[in-house]
């Protein structure tokens, strides 16, 4: 059976999505997201292509998110800081605009991301999965860069408006950017939530 094979090659995690959600940190994002069952997890050349191009993905939107501490620390460095920002959001809306045109973005759901799971809500109610298909993700985590995140998993439990996935294993140099972009998002989320309180 694949999805056994999935297990055993590609090491899943465990089905327990509860635990998996509420053990690690998380984030929510309204993201393009979409999804296709399959048969089996790819392997070796198609494995290692998607691998480095969710690498490279990761570390580009990782560098994004990078603002270097001495850049926080005076009102210069942040004006300087806010400069290097418009300029770089000037050339993701000009390169946006060209990967917008040869990428089918698709349409928008809630999801809630961890280090090992997703769960979607506010998904299409029209074809859903069902608990145990094996999935291939397409998530846009960042709509300036439309680049999709390639993840594979299997769904653990579905709703009337979503499921929830295990993710299968993505390799320990993706697995580490993926952690480390979490986190980044994670501590936004938080810090700008303290923001709006204060207000």
Known sequence: MCFRRCLFTLQCMSTDHTQSLSDGIT?????????????????????????????????????????????EKSSQNQSESSHLD?????????????????????????????AHALLL???SAVGLPAVGDLLRIRLFLDTRYPQALVLYGTVSSTSAAGFSLMLCDLGDLVQEQFDKLIFRQHRRAIASSRSESDA
């Open 86 to 114: 418009a300029k770089l959001d000037l050339i993701l809306g000009m390169l946006g605009e060209l990967l917008h045109q040869q990428a089918n973005i698709p349409e928008t759901s809630l999801v809630t991301i961890s």
């Open 121 to 123: 809500t506010e998904a």
């Open 27 to 71: 984030f929510q994002a309204l993201a393009p997201v979409d999804w296709s069952k399959i048969q089996s997890v790819p392997v070796d050349s198609m494995q290692s292509q998607t691998a480095s191009a969710n690498l490279r993905l990761l570390n580009a939107l990782n560098v994004l998110e990078d603002v270097p501490q001495e850049f």
